[in-house]
């Protein structure tokens, strides 16, 4: 299974809590934690985290986007839990808009795990449908591939998820009940489950909650 959680609303979690706005990065980063583990407790083989977007990088104040390099740098941090549960680290993303220590981090850990096998986490930062999908004509265009033998499936090769299955399920956090053009590509027979917790809130129960409501589903996938 790939599940794929959009985060949303940690700022939100902090002001109901009367905490800096900047407080939520740690509370981010530290419930993301919890629910890789989770998910790897419970056999998932794909999970992909939303954990910035392109937009974010251009429209955030300088103060909040220097905790968000910081928390990108944190991955490394993470690298001891993902050897020790065999966790493969990949990323989807335009990488070179990051600094370049930042950069560095990511490409060590996902040096380091390339070889784990039990699950695969994916981090999507600075990520947008719209850039993905630029990137990708140009990918085509550069390369030597007959636009005639063109098609949906051929396509699939140059966008940053082409070693990835489509999603299963996706989840969106604090009932934004939209998809903010995440990964549109791949989703076209995708299940949505929209929890009403923030995402620090989100939890093993709601975690169960989503998995149970993908479970009843009767996947058609256009037939």
Known sequence: ?????????????????LLPTLAWHKAWFDNAQKIIELANDK????????????E?????????LSWIIKMIEKL???????????????????I?????????????????????????LIVAMVYSWQDEIIRAI?????????????????????????????????IRTWWEIRHSGFLLYDSDYSEYYFSDKLWPDFDETELDNA???????????GK
Do not use: G
């Open 211 to 221: 998995l149970n409501f993908f479970n009843k589903r009767e996947r058609r996938f």
């Open 43 to 54: 056999w998932l083989k794909y999970l992909t985290l939303w954990a910035l977007s392109k």
């Open 96 to 120: 070179e808009k990051l600094p370049t220590k930042s950069q560095e981090v990511i490409k060590k850990v996902k040096l380091e795990t390339k070889n784990n096998l039990w699950m695969t």
């Open 138 to 170: 140009k990918k085509f265009l550069n390369s030597w591939d007959d636009i005639n033998n063109l098609d949906e499936k051929s396509f699939k090769k140059y966008l940053d998820t082409a070693l990835f299955p489509s999603p299963d399920l996706i």
């Open 56 to 64: 974010n990088l251009v429209k955030r104040e300088q103060d909040e």
């Open 76 to 94: 490394e941090d993470l690298l001891p839990k993902l050897q020790k549960n065999n966790i493969k680290f990949e990323t989807i993303w335009d």
């Open 1 to 17: 299974m790939h599940l794929w959680i959009i985060m949303d609303w940690n700022r939100r979690w902090a002001k109901k809590r």
